[in-house]
Nanobody
Framework: QVQLVESGGGLVQAGGSLRLSCASS????????IGWFRQAPGKEREFVGN???????TYADSVKGRFTISRDNAKNTVYLQMNNLKSEDTAVYYC?????????????????WGQGTQVTVSS
């Protein structure tokens, strides 16, 4: 399994920005589809977006236009830039890796997961 470590979470006011990082040691993230998911208290884990090995990305409607996923191959890190944050974005955010070349928005299709990082947006 790919080992993933998220960082960059924290407390931010509504309208603010955060950038989450997903790093791996020993695995080349550009060879995988990397997905970002989030889970709020009492809710199911939901898809946020992904970046495919080809560089293309897909986003959930709820974050489209506000969140951007990018990848720095030299640093072997994937980023989730979150702008114009809203209170409903409060959740634990996870990055996950999918070995298959086809992308997916389903959490069950991802093979490896990070430990998660908390994002709290105050209104």
């Amino acid at each position: 399994q790919v080992q993933l470590v998220e960082s960059g979470g924290g407390l931010v006011q509504a309208g603010g920005s955060l950038r989450l990082s997903c790093a791996s040691s020993g695995y080349t993230l550009s060879m995988y589809t990397i997905g970002w998911f989030r889970q709020a208290p009492g809710k199911e884990r939901e898809f946020v977006g992904n970046i495919r090995w080809s560089g293309g990305s897909t986003y959930a409607d709820s974050v489209k236009g506000r969140f951007t996923i990018s990848r720095d191959n030299a640093k072997n890190t994937v980023y989730l830039q979150m702008n114009n944050l809203k209170s409903e974005d409060t959740a634990v955010y996870y990055c996950a890796a999918r070995a298959a070349r086809s992308a997916s928005v389903l959490s069950v299709d991802y093979d490896s997961w990070g430990q998660g990082t908390q994002v709290t947006v105050s209104s």
